[in-house]
């Protein structure tokens, strides 16, 4: 029977360990994407995931068919779509690059050993990090809690291998069998249609991240330590939705970059090593997931669990949600991200801290809009960047140093460009009073973290 290849969040077919290993079987291939908004604990997709995974897919769905595979699609509880799918194909093996959340594991570990239980081999690889979350021990044999050893420990051991190369050919499995049709997933929005900024801003697809990669390597890399926190700059990579996607993988950017900075000296090489390190923050939010998988709802440091948040202002809510505090800075992060589905890490920091701190906003609430908003939302990265400013996390700001926005935006956009290129009306008597008094709710905010450290 042929091969059964699991695509999951590796929507790629270069550098893919899972189908590598599949294709050394030589057998047919079938490449499989499930839909699964039903097995227990997945969290589900928010609105911008959604509009790219749609893109991707048919992006995938054209790579395999260019070299002789095709991709099925189903939609439902994975267990029983595997089984089924085995049973339809009379597979001998199925093949996938592993999660790391606790729901994606658990139904990983139970439908390999079902699937080994029927006689059917599993295997399962690394394809989505650099380093797995459970290779990298502290002395004591625990998981870190602070990047710096973190980034230490895995820069110190075997350097990450180098990328598989793409296949020639994808022998597609010939039989017949059903598969849905993208389109017919509703995971486009219509009536209203938001994604114009979405469409305008990205191209999904494994070309395309590979193409973005490269004009980064080329053009931004050198000054990146420098620029990189300037937002009106276009001084970052922008990988982040396709490394989300595993368009792209941690292994193809490493090695590319490794290339790259052959070349380099002084500060462009540091500027490399800045940017690796990044990679390492994302690596940093998967060993903390790993380690603790409720990351969205539940504070890291327990002693925040006393933090006394007011009951929820909804109007004031959506005035951030909406970008209409009347801080620029603020206002012009929250448009950004509801027109392109994404925003600059500089600004993600301070409008997540306005939220927080200047609002006394739970950061769960930050959370779940970014969730919804981001194309790059990442149950990582998004809860761990959220704990982070909140100071509740791993290796978090301390909850006492609150941005200020307006000196932010004096010090990281001076010519308020970033500011007038999202808030049009920015200046003018139609832009929105402040929503809050920065003094006042800072002092706020720091009477009510005395509840964290002193809890009743
Ligand atoms: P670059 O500066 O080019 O960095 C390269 C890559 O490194 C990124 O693509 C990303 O994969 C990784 N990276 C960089 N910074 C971080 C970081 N602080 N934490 C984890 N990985 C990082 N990133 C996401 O990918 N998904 C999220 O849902 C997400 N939510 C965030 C929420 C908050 C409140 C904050 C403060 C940060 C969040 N980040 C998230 C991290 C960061 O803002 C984005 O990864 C970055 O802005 C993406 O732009 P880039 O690809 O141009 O980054």
């Not at 991707?56 to 099925?72: D, M, W, Y």
């Not at 602070?146 to 420990?153: D, N």
């Amino acid at each position: 029977g042929p091969a059964i290849v699991w695509f999951r969040d590796d929507l790629r077919v270069a550098d893919h360990p899972a189908l590598h290993a599949a294709l050394e079987h030589e057998r047919p291939i079938v490449a499989i994407y499930i839909l699964d908004e039903e097995s227990p604990g997945v969290r589900p997709l928010g609105g911008a995931a959604r509009w790219w995974l749609h893109q991707s897919l048919r992006s995938l769905t054209a790579s395999l068919e260019a070299l002789g595979g095709r991709l099925i699609l189903r939609r439902g509880a994975a267990g029983p779509i595997i089984a089924d799918l085995v049973r339809e194909t009379d597979a001998a093996a199925v093949f996938w690059n592993r999660r790391y959340g606790l729901a994606e594991r658990t139904l990983d570990t139970a439908i390999k050993h079902d699937l080994r239980a029927g006689g059917v081999d599993a295997h399962s690889y690394a394809g989505s990090l650099l380093f797995e979350p459970w290779t990298i021990q502290t002395g004591q044999g625990g998981s870190y809690s602070v990047f710096t050893p973190f980034w230490r420990a895995c820069t110190a051991g075997p350097p990450p291998r180098a990328p598989f190369p793409a296949p020639s050919a994808i022998p597609g499995w010939t039989g017949e069998i059903a598969s849905d049709e993208v389109d017919g997933w509703g995971l486009e929005p219509s009536a209203p249609d938001w994604a114009a900024g979405l469409r305008a801003t990205w191209e999904p697809g494994e070309a395309s991240a590979q193409a973005v990669l490269a004009t980064f390597l080329a053009e931004s890399l050198p000054h990146y330590a420098r620029d990189r926190d300037e937002p009106a700059q276009n001084a970052t990579s922008h990988l982040s939705p396709h490394l989300r996607w595993g368009e792209i993988s941690p292994h193809q950017v490493w090695a590319a970059t490794q290339t790259a900075q052959r070349d380099l000296t002084g500060p462009a090489l540091t500027s490399a090593t800045r940017f690796l390190t990044e990679i390492g923050w994302r690596e940093f939010a998967y060993h903390v997931l790993f380690h603790a998988p409720d990351l969205a709802t539940k504070n890291l440091r327990p002693a925040f669990d006393a933090f006394p948040w007011p009951p929820l202002d909804h109007e004031a809510l959506a005035a951030w949600q909406q970008g209409r505090t009347g801080f620029g800075l603020i206002d012009a992060g929250m448009r950004e991200l509801w027109r392109t589905g994404s925003m600059h890490n500089r600004v993600r920091m301070v409008t997540a801290s306005f939220l927080i701190k200047n609002m006394l906003v739970d950061w769960r609430e930050g959370e779940r809009w970014f969730w919804d908003t981001l194309v790059d939302a990442d149950a990582a990265s998004n809860p761990f960047g959220w704990q982070w400013v909140a100071g509740s996390g791993a290796d978090a700001a301390p909850y006492f140093r609150i941005f200020n926005p307006d000196l932010q935006a004096a010090k990281f956009d001076p010519r308020q460009q970033y500011i007038r290129d999202n808030v049009t009306e920015y200046g003018t008597n139609a832009y929105p009073a402040p929503l809050v008094d920065l003094g006042e709710t800072r002092r706020a905010a720091l009477a009510a973290y005395e509840r964290v450290k002193n809890p009743a």
